[in-house]
């Protein structure tokens, strides 16, 4: 199957500071990809989709400049948590569709811990 | 609006049989999605429904009735490996995955 992986795989940051996390798609094409947050024992909660070379629809609920998302290209998509405070942190899992599969589904990045202190 | 159930936990032994159901209500209908996700890890694909009938892979069968809005996960054979939520998603009539909250699978020896 596809393979999407993120970066870092964790991370502790002071409150106040901003964190970038990366998702790429490994071996195809993602003109889609996908943001995500969970929190513990919940279920996956989209906050944005993010379409290449076009801004990003963030659900409802999430504010868009707090979580700044940049999808520059067809394997790349970033989201930066900016003046993070210990609400936010969560697990942040990203995901990308690859169309060339015949199901639609969605393949998941490793997610990344994110600890506000 | 939009919904997915299933319930939120289940207890099965080793080496027996246990089936997951999930009822769903989208706007639009292409696809139901079944996803295992370990703890503290990403979500990983298990299983495509969009026809009705019942998709078998390995120990894992899905089925999907689309008339009832209803789908079920079948695991057989089960191993201690499996205690997982298993998470089931019905893709919207935009391509959006629309998320249960996942039934946490216990395993007993």
């Known amino acids: 199957g596809a393979v999407v992986s993120q970066h870092p795989s964790w991370v502790i940051c002071k409150s106040g500071t901003s964190v970038k996390i990366e998702c790429r798609s490994l071996d195809f094409q993602a003109t889609t990809m996908f943001w995500y947050r969970q929190f513990p024992k919940q279920s996956l909660m989209l906050m944005a989709t993010?379409?290449?070379?076009?801004?990003?629809?963030?659900e409802q609920g999430v504010e868009k400049d707090k979580f700044l998302i940049n999808h520059a290209s067809l394997t790349l998509s970033t989201l930066t948590v900016t003046s993070a405070h210990p609400e936010d942190s969560s697990f942040y899992i990203c995901s990308a569709r690859d169309f060339s599969s015949s199901y639609n589904e969605q393949f998941f990045g490793p997610g990344t811990r994110l600890t506000v202190l | 609006g939009q919904n997915i159930d299933q319930p939120t936990e289940m207890t099965a032994t080793e080496g027996a049989i246990v089936q997951i159901n999930c009822t769903y209500q989208t706007s639009g209908f292409n696809g139901l999605f079944w996803y295992q996700q370990h703890a503290g890890e990403a979500p990983t694909f298990l299983s495509y429904n969009v026809l009705d009938g019942l998709e078998e892979k390995g120990r894992f069968s899905s089925f999907l009735s689309r008339s009832k809005g209803y789908s079920y996960l079948l695991l057989k054979e089960l191993q201690m490996k499996d205690s997982a939520s298993y998470l089931c998603?019905?893709?919207?009539?935009?391509?959006?995955?629309?998320w249960g909250a996942g039934t946490k699978l216990i395993i007993k020896p």
């Open positions: 993010s379409n290449e070379g076009s801004k990003a629809t963030y």
């Open positions: 998603a019905g893709m919207d009539s935009n391509y959006q995955l629309i």
